[in-house]
């Protein structure tokens, strides 16, 4: 999220873009995770939390890589590929966290489970965010803004290996799946 936030900064502080072409341009995120988290969900099914986890994680990593390569004059498609490799990786990553602490718990535990990971997840949200606008606002002064910008994101795509590494130890869970009709029920 701090990548996702710092962008439109970006864009409009360094490539000078106004917040309409601002705004078309980070559509990308929401749109390639709005329909990777759905496909991501049933592909976790087949290939296993660790996979799809890891396989998020190199995508967002990737994401902060591409993106802190772009300047002023780089073409759109390369701000947009960044936010949508972006969009990917939360929406690969995400249904196999939430499955894994899913599976891991008795059911009569899940709202608890539930509500723990979205405490945690958010806090991890606002680390993020602050983290690269921190690091962004500091190097500004001795690297100038563009090179303020390019670092917030090599510090993003630190974070995101790091999620990568952990995405390394979810183990995969397994359970039971009843047929009733077409619905397949956990039991």
Known sequence: MGGFIVTPLFLQNEFHYD???????????????????PLA???TLVIGERVSAVGGALAVTASMILLAHVSPGSADSAVILGLALSGVGMGM?????????ANSVDTHDLGIAGATQQMVNQIGVVLGIQ?????????AGAVGGVGAFHDAYIVGAF?????????????????????????????
């Open 159 to 187: 974070a995101a290996g790091l999620g990568v590494i952990a995405a390394m130890f979810v183990r995969r869970t397994s359970r039971h799946y009843s047929q009733v009709g077409n619905v397949a029920i956990a039991d």
């Open 41 to 43: 969900g049933y592909l």
């Open 131 to 139: 983290v690269l606008q921190a690091v962004q606002v500091a190097r």
């Open 93 to 101: 990553s995400s249904p196999a966290m939430a499955a894994s602490v």
């Open 19 to 37: 917040e309409t072409h601002t705004g078309l341009l980070l559509i990308a995120r929401p749109l390639t995770f709005a329909i990777a988290g």
